[in-house]
């Protein structure tokens, strides 16, 4: 015997709640849908009020076009909106709100009190609701727009109830809503009231700095930098071309925090928790920033309305791009434009972990680079590895690789008062060089150090359009695996474009005819598969940058290569000489640093 119960459709005050549910979790999706909807009716004033980090009560008025008063009572009707008219709308969304659910909802978790009144009735339309029912109706003395009250948020669902947050953390969410929404239409005034606390004061002048003081503080508004890019690309099989513009203001590199609460990603008007593009934002800051430490930056995204899905999460908060690789080289381009030119890090933390910075003269005044013993480094023999003398074995090699990337046309190394502003002392595990800095000691992983080296040296000789390829005398032939080749043939004008020269032959075999001149004097078979792989495993970069990155990586010395004072001091004098020495192209730091007052405070003498 089967006792189950048999399947039933649910009465519609049950389904109405599960689905409230989804759409208010908290007071914050409460205040998040009511400023949503006052935006969607051209406000521009938003006041929102709260008492008990809302759960108590929650107001939100708005000075937009009002609601008919036939028509109050059909707001609050499940799938009930003016905003959205067939299927097709929804792939098109010009609006924030478009489901019709959230007055309904609302009204199905808690009481609700509504005002509105269009500018062109003499009086406002008034509606109270208790339960999700209409419990009274009437008309009252109202300004132009829309005021609607909530409280008790849950109180005939103590279980949920249950589940709301002391009221600091939920006033902090409500907060961040209004916060990200201020940001994102600064032509709009928004207050926050919290407990009578004044929270948000947002002047609505329409320059997104003045938005930025009212949340962040005049200094961190008037620090920021604009940042500005542009994408577009033809998508095979697509009739329009994929867009995306992305403007915003960034931070510079000092202006770090220690969350990535002060990232705000809008798009097409809508605040968004971006995860996907937080990444994109710190690539921009790549090597700027300390460990660990996050930018400040507004970011605003535009993309033709059916290029983005703003319909995968209940709450609106998450949306998906059609082409989410053009949106991340935008956010990323746009980042680093607004930081090209800016100094390099500012080291102002008292922590170990802090940089060392490298300050160019002004132009004019550099300094000749001093003559050290062994500097004499001769970089025309470091393409023979045997040139180099006194090194055997895999020392022979590593010791080619550093001299191949002491660029004889590179401009002098940066130095400080004549002395080279990293002196190395000597090598530790034949992986990391001890030295001396203006300011105490630094650690130098060599190997990221050098991977940062030959990065710049060959996105340098890319955007010059050279081609450092070395011949071979005799083609080789190599066989790759499936995905060896499929990546071969994927990024071939990027492998071309670094001194690669490979041809298709039969099934898995190529025939290799040049080499980049980094990877001369290797096994010609054995650096082809190994770029390939290490190709395969760069999923932070795309295009050129890629194909840079892993040639850097192939040609590095390894840890375990054992340098001499001489390679050391190249490396170091190459590293200083870099535009961003700090990391290596992957985003691991190339050194750590400690200051002379860590030290003097290490060893109590101060
Ligand atoms: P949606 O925003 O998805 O349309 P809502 O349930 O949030 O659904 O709102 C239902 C309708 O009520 C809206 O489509 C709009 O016509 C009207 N409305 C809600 N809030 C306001 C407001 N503040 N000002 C003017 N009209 C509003
Ligand atoms: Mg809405």
Redesign the pocket.
């Known amino acids: 015997m089967n006792d189950r119960p048999p399947i039933r459709v649910l009465p519609p005050e049950v389904a109405a709640r599960i689905a409230a549910g989804e759409v208010i979790e908290r007071p914050a999706s409460v205040v998040k849908?009511?400023v949503?909807?006052?935006l969607?009716?051209g406000?521009t004033r938003i006041e929102v009020e709260i008492e008990g980090g809302g759960a108590d009560r929650i107001r939100?008025s708005?000075d937009?076009?009002?609601?008919p008063p036939e028509?109050v009572a059909?707001?609050?009707e499940r799938h009930?909106?003016?905003?959205?008219r067939s299927e097709h709308d929804l792939y098109a969304v010009r609006?924030?709100?478009?489901?019709?659910?959230?007055?309904?909802?609302?009204a199905a978790a808690a009481d609700v009190d509504l005002v509105?009144r269009p500018a062109a009735q003499t009086a406002g339309a008034t509606l109270r609701l208790r339960n999700g029912r209409t419990e009274r109706q009437g008309s009252a003395a109202a300004a132009p727009?829309?005021s609607?009250e909530v409280r008790d948020l849950f109180a005939s669902l103590p279980a949920r109830r249950r589940f709301l947050r002391a009221t600091r953390s939920e006033t902090q969410a409500v907060a961040r809503v209004v916060t990200d929404y201020a940001l994102a239409y600064p032509e709009v005034a928004f207050r926050l009231t919290a407990d009578g606390r004044n929270a948000l004061a947002a002047p609505g002048s329409g320059d997104p700095r003045d938005a930025v003081a009212a949340v962040h503080g005049a200094e961190v508004a008037a620090a920021l930098l604009p940042a500005h890019a542009e994408r577009a690309a033809v998508i095979e099989g697509e009739v329009e071309a994929a867009r995306c513009e992305v403007v915003g203001l960034v931070g510079p590199p000092s202006l770090h925090r220690a969350s990535r609460a002060a990232i705000h990603v809008v798009a097409n008007g809508r605040a968004v928790v971006a995860r996907a593009l937080l990444p994109a934002v710190e690539l921009g800051y790549e090597g700027l920033l300390p460990g660990g430490r996050h930018p400040v930056a507004l970011i605003r995204i535009t993309v033709p309305p059916d290029q983005v899905d703003v319909n995968v999460h209940p709450q609106k908060a998450e949306v998906r791009f059609r082409h989410e690789r053009l949106v991340f080289a935008a956010v990323q381009a746009a980042v680093r434009s607004a930081l090209a030119g800016t100094p390099h890090l500012v080291p102002d933390s008292p922590q170990f972990a802090s940089m060392p910075v490298f300050t160019p003269r002004p132009p004019g005044q550099e300094v000749e680079p001093r003559a050290w013993p062994g500097f004499d480094f001769d970089t025309t023999a470091a393409s023979a590895p045997s040139d180099v003398e006194g090194l055997t074995g895999r020392d022979v090699i590593a010791g080619a690789r550093v001299a191949s990337m002491v660029e004889r046309e590179a401009p002098p190394p940066r130095v400080d008062g004549g002395v080279p502003l990293l002196r190395p002392m000597g090598q530790i595990e034949s992986t990391y060089i001890v030295a001396e800095s203006s300011d105490g000691m630094v650690l130098v992983d060599q190997h990221a150090a050098h991977e940062r080296v030959l990065y710049e040296a060959v996105r340098a000789r890319l955007a010059a359009g050279e081609r450092p390829s070395q011949p071979l005398l005799q083609s080789v032939l190599a066989t790759l695996s499936a995905p060896q080749a499929a990546l071969l043939a994927g990024g071939a004008s990027d492998l071309e474009a670094i001194g690669w020269e490979v041809e298709a032959a039969d099934g898995a075999a190529v025939i290799v005819r040049a080499v980049p001149a980094a990877l001369a004097g290797r096994d010609v078979a054995r650096a082809l598969t190994d770029y390939l792989d290490r190709l395969d495993a760069e999923e932070r970069l795309s295009g050129p940058d890629r194909a840079a990155a892993t040639l850097a990586c192939r040609a590095a010395v390894m840890a375990g290569d054992r340098l001499d004072a001489t390679q050391q001091r190249a490396l170091l004098d190459a590293l200083a000489r870099c535009e961003t020495p700090h990391t290596c192209p992957h985003g691991r730091p190339t050194m750590l640093h400690l200051s002379r007052a860590s030290l003097e405070r290490s060893f109590g003498r101060r």
């Not at 937009?64 to 609601?67: C, L, P, V």
């Not at 609006?95 to 609302?106: H, S, Y």
Request: hydrophobic letters at 45%; charged letters at 20%; aromatic letters at 6%.
């Open positions: 849908e009511l949503e909807n006052a969607d009716a406000a939100v708005d937009g076009h009002g609601i028509q059909d707001a609050f009930a909106t003016s905003k959205l609006t924030l709100g478009f489901r019709g659910e959230a007055l309904a909802a609302i509105s727009g829309t609607i």
